[in-house]
């Protein structure tokens, strides 16, 4: 399955009064834009359960004071109702303003090419550009090990696990929520099972930080508040563990991150990264 990107440059004709992180805001433009096309639809998506089959980035202000936001979306669906609503010259109510799109730009990335261009590569540093925030259990339980040992721990309900953010760069949580995305939109991953054992044994790690920094938004009411950091993290994949076959997959992930973003609250602007700088082994 394809990865859909779909760009909208809109020309702002009455003051879109918006203050600070403008990611929910998108993601409010979004839900407008289904709604346009078909109601059912916006409905349907608003309350998927799982990883969310779009994201957005955040509203930016160009150089020529255009707005710019872009939507990935994993399915089809979604995309035509997209470019069918933000059809050139469309006006737009947004936040106490409006917009009127004035360009559409689509690209559709082949993802059997990803896979095909896999490299093993030893070393990354990947710039946070949006808030980017993970969820982890807490008592944290390797996924590996789950299966059977999970189940008998459910019946006698002990580990009791609650969720946590963690507004840190941690690769082991990164590397799985980008390998849920592919997992349940394009296909399994080989050896996917074995892949999450390694990355949680220690098959990558963090080798340095710079410029991080924490970001705190109150939700929507004033009910409770998420927390997200920016800065680039420097990854690597240790020469004790390293394994040829599993770096491709980190990359294959890592890429496919750049453009579907990571974490949570990918669906209102966070998780935009971008990789920097890569080191061959």
């Known amino acids: 399955m394809p990865i859909d990107l779909i760009t909208a440059r809109m020309r702002p004709v009455e003051d879109v009064k918006s203050k600070g992180f403008t990611g929910f805001l998108a993601r409010g433009l979004f839900f407008k834009l289904l709604s346009q096309y078909e109601q059912g639809l916006a409905s349907v998506i608003h309350d998927f359960k799982g990883i969310a089959p779009y994201s957005v980035s955040p509203i930016f202000m160009t150089y020529n004071g255009r707005l710019e936001v872009r939507f990935t979306s994993f399915m089809t669906r979604i995309s035509k109702a997209l470019l069918d609503a933000l ?29 095909k261009e896999a490299r093993a590569i030893s070393g990354y540093i990947l710039d946070f550009k949006t808030p980017t925030c993970f969820r982890r259990p807490s008592p944290y339980i390797p996924l ?90 420097r990854i690597t994949l240790p020469s004790d563990t390293y394994n040829q076959e599993y770096a491709k997959i980190v990359n294959l992930l890592l890429r ?5 973003q990571t974490g949570l609250n990918r669906t209102a602007g966070f998780g935009v990264y971008r990789i920097v700088r890569e080191r061959r082994s």
């Open 256 to 260: 496919m991150g750049e453009y579907t």
């Open 144 to 233: 590996h090990t789950m299966g059977i040992f999970a189940r008998i721990m459910g019946l006698i309900g002990r580990p009791k696990s609650r969720y946590r953010f963690y507004p840190l760069p941690d690769p082991i949580l990164m590397l799985r929520n980008l390998k849920r995305q592919w997992e349940q939109y394009i296909g399994g991953l080989s050896k996917g099972r074995r892949f999450t054992k390694w990355i949680e044994e220690g098959g990558i790690a963090v080798a340095g930080v710079e410029n991080i920094n924490t970001h705190r938004f109150v939700k929507k009411g004033g009910d409770g508040f998420i927390v997200g950091f920016t800065g680039k993290v």
């Open 87 to 115: 059809s050139s010259g469309v006006n737009i109510k947004i936040a106490g303003g409006s917009v009127e799109v004035e360009e559409v730009e689509v690209a559709r990335i082949d993802t059997l090419r990803l896979m």
